[in-house]
């Protein structure tokens, strides 16, 4: 096939968009089984679709209205959880990067959950998710794996729950300061020294995270976050608790980054009032991530290259 | 919750993304009890995107060139037929709808398929999913029928096969010109007459649909094309086979509607470059189809109105 930056052949195409549609499968599966409702969730959106960094979002001309494409479902997920509990989406998240590499795509399948109470309810939520996903691999897929020459017993002993440690800890493994986002090298130098399984880091600072991950309350410098970091892939899942108290977040949205960057685009707080009106009617404690499926798909290939985890990579050179 | 174009109480929206959520999960049990393969689409894309009536695409600036929404994955599904057989996608498709009524959304969900042979094969899996999706409905969400005050019997009664009728034989019916398109009204009249069930027309005239519909070859003036009507909704499913020979296709798609509006958007033949290397390396007689989510919703719901269809209904004065 053409039109596309990455060369493959076809039998070795084939065999990842099928690993990919297995690993739809063994994640819905898991959700089905746990209660999850699917939300469908929109695209064009206004302020509320994005993620943390306006600077990358797409935008468009809607009648006029300035919109954007979606980077997360996230806050309208949320705002199904009080009466719904536990609530699933799977969609496209976009964003505009302005270079082409082996780390970004302008667009992947973003799997995202919400779910009533912590982080710890989450993160075995997480792990649940990753080891189905897994499962249907091995189970499954044994034809493919053998095409794309994945090393099964990689994947064999990956057990939960997984390894736990918190930022603090891991910028301390790293010799880096305070405050300091993980750069790819600085994960991939996690999961070597921690036996090249799943890691989740957690505990991270305040000011570096989206405005709406609920404050620690005994430690108010870090958050109630955790991402989960896979071998080759790095960074997979981004995941926290909520803000759920009405005026703590319209606090807390005030004084981000995002916010500022929101300003700087003409928007005002108004652009998140549908939010704060559910906040408002009263919300509950809760949690909830984004698993990025070309991640997890680069971590089960084994590749370092996320050009090589989907159909149809897109990015800055490869539209078709 | 606020923000949205139309008022619901909080139980009666919970029971419509439920069901929602169900149709998904009954078409989805459908695919994989089938061997259908799920393909991830682009949704960013050039003019491939495109369904029909490059009017209500949604444009966009992708780093200095012309994007557009996508309409459809049809084409880019289509690229694995001849090597995966059975394939599907599931996803958003955008339109620029300038008017805000109770038809039209700014955005829906499109479950598309692509198979292998026929137009009688098609029909047999459209039936067969529209199947699954109500006896999913019947047997797991009676709390949520009984909410949105369902008509269980009516959805007991369908059976498959469904009707077919030719547009001819619909037109006659109608007291239409051949070439007319039908509308709203005819939909509606067409159920009515034809006992209030699903309903297939088939074989449309060539001119009114889109470019790669396969000709029938006995009757060159009609394509293999067939549209499900439902009770409420009207057209819900479009399909067709596809033409799969390269010199034919070019024929076609040069004389098309859609290349002439192409044209007038600056752009030409090598914007579909990568769709006629697939048919030039070698396609296979094929034919598939796109389900108006949003559309048989409305059908299980009994509604005239699609902005009841869903959580987040979009149009051009709901944007959140």
């Not at 493919?144 to 017993?153: C, S």
């Amino acid at each position: 096939m053409t039109g596309l930056s990455i060369q493959m052949t076809d039998d070795k195409r084939d065999a990842v968009v099928k690993i990919e549609a297995e690993l739809l499968k063994g994640a819905r599966a898991y959700f089905e089984a746990n209660g999850f409702t699917e939300v469908v969730v929109p695209h064009i959106t206004r302020a509320t679709g994005s993620c943390e960094n306006m600077d990358t979002l797409f935008g468009l001309d809607f009648f006029g209205r300035q919109a954007y494409l979606r980077q997360t479902g996230q806050l309208y997920l949320e705002s199904f959880v009080p009466r719904l509990g536990r609530v699933y989406c799977v969609g496209p998240s976009f964003r505009a990067e302005p270079t082409v590499d082996d780390r970004h795509l302008t667009e992947f399948t973003l799997v995202e959950i919400e779910l009533p109470y912590d982080l710890n309810e989450l993160m075995g939520h997480i792990e649940g998710t990753i080891f189905s996903m897994i499962q249907y691999i091995l189970k499954n897929k044994q034809k493919e794996m053998e095409i794309l020459g994945i090393d099964k017993r990689k994947l064999q002993d990956i057990s939960i729950p997984f390894k736990k440690i918190t930022y603090e800890d891991a910028i301390n493994h790293l010799g880096l300061k305070w405050g300091s986002d993980l750069k790819s090298k600085d994960e991939h130098e996690l999961m070597e020294n921690f036996g090249n399984k799943p890691l989740f880091v957690t505990h991270y600072p305040r000011e570096i995270k989206f405005f709406n991950m609920r404050k620690n309350r005994k430690k108010p410098e870090v958050v109630n976050s955790t991402d989960l970091l896979l071998p080759h892939a790095g960074e997979s899942v981004g995941s926290a608790e909520r803000e759920h108290e009405h005026d703590e977040l319209i606090t807390r949205l005030k004084e981000s980054y995002m916010f500022k960057q929101l300003e700087k685009k003409g928007g005002t707080l108004e652009d998140f009032s549908w939010y704060l009106d559910v906040l408002k009617k009263g919300s509950i404690p809760h949690a909830g991530c984004g698993f990025g499926l070309n991640r997890i798909t680069q971590f089960i290939l084994g590749t370092s290259d996320i050009r090589h985890s989907t159909a149809f990579p897109q990015n800055m050179e490869s539209l078709i």
